[in-house]
């Protein structure tokens, strides 16, 4: 994976909750800290994103988007 954004944070998958349109992604990044995203469920699919999988939760402003590898 290449990014231009800095702050990458690597954690596992805890919930990802589909709604009509958007999820809600958590991601666990360790020391208790679980990072909420909200992405389109296409976005999900396409990353393949499952409870336990690796992601990345990528900072960038104040959007988080989340990414694997």
Same mark, same amino acid.
């Given at each position: 994976?290449?990014?231009? $954004?800095?702050?990458? /944070?690597? @954690?596992? #998958?805890? *919930? !990802? +909750?589909? @709604? $009509? +349109? +958007?999820?809600?992604?958590?991601?666990?990044? @360790?020391?208790?800290?679980?990072? =909420? *995203? *909200?992405? =389109?469920?296409? %976005?999900?699919?396409? /990353? @393949? /994103? %499952? #409870?336990?999988?690796? $992601?990345?939760? !990528?900072?960038? $402003? *104040?959007?988080?988007?989340?990414?694997?590898?």
């Amino acid at each position: 994976m290449k990014i231009s $954004a800095r702050n990458r /944070l690597k @954690g596992k #998958v805890v *919930s !990802v +909750t589909k @709604g $009509a +349109t +958007t999820a809600h992604v958590k991601i666990d990044i @360790g020391n208790g800290i679980v990072i =909420t *995203s *909200s992405i =389109t469920n296409d %976005a999900v699919d396409e /990353l @393949g /994103l %499952a #409870v336990g999988g690796d $992601a990345y939760a !990528v900072v960038k $402003a *104040s959007d988080v988007m989340v990414a694997v590898d």
